[in-house]
Each structure stands twice: as C-alpha cells, then as structure tokens.
C-alpha cells in the first residue's frame, strides 16, 4: 500500500526556519513535490524533485529560501524552509507521481501526482 506521511510543520515567527518531511512507503516514484494550500486559496506548487534528485524546480515565491532534497536509502522527501514569511502559512502536502519530470510544466502541474499526504499545517506568525 502506497503511503506518504509528512512531519515536521508547526508554528514559527517570521524569519524562523522549519524542515519538512516526507517519508514514501510501498514503492519510490519518479517525481516527488510539495505543494501548499492556504485558507481560501487553491492548492499550489512550492518545489519538486526528480528520484535522483538531478532535476529540481522552485516556485518563484520561495526561490532562495526553500531547499528541497531528497534522501534515496530513507525514500524520505525534505522541505527546508528558511526566512519564512507570514504568507507561508498553509497546509503542505507531498506529492509523488511515477513519471520522472525533466520540464517544469510536468513538475509543477498539480494534476500529474497520482499519491498525495494529508498534509502538515506550517504557521508562521508575524
């Protein structure tokens, strides 16, 4: 049975950091990514990675803040999130897909991830 279980979110003031995890059972996947979703708001890309971790994308909004990484012996999926802001508070959920994604396109569209968490509520207060 395929599952992935995020860990790790919380409340933190703004400048703070928090790390994101992703732990996959059942198999390893092509692409894995966060997304996030904010009260009232859809549900939107933050990074991506491919299996091999040598194709990785960010959301302009938290290029040069967010570090995504991958570690293949724990088949666990990382979110270093640094420099947060107030408008990072959402629920982050992991994804996976079984395609590798080289294009951004493929990364980034939320319709591609076949596997979803349930999501780990990250708060970060000004």
């Known amino acids: 049975q395929v599952q992935l279980e995020e860990s790790g979110g919380g409340l933190v003031q703004a400048g703070g950091s928090l790390r994101l995890s992703c732990a996959a059972s059942?198999?390893?996947?092509?692409?894995y990514a966060w997304f996030r979703q904010a009260p009232g708001k859809e549900r939107e890309f933050v990074a991506s990675?491919?299996?091999?971790?040598?194709?990785?994308y960010y959301a302009d909004a938290v290029k040069g803040r967010f570090t995504i990484s991958r570690d293949n012996a724990k088949n666990t999926v990382y979110l270093q999130m640094n420099s947060l802001k107030p408008v990072d508070t959402a629920v982050y959920h992991c994804?996976?897909?079984?395609?590798?994604?080289?294009?951004?396109?493929?990364?980034?569209?939320?319709?591609?991830?076949?596997?979803w968490g349930q999501g780990t509520q990250v708060t970060v207060s000004s």
């Open positions: 059942g198999r390893t996947f092509g692409t």
């Open positions: 994804a996976a897909q079984n395609q590798v994604c080289f294009g951004f396109r493929c990364s980034a569209t939320r319709a591609e991830y076949e596997y």
């Open positions: 990675i491919t299996r091999s971790g040598s194709t990785k």
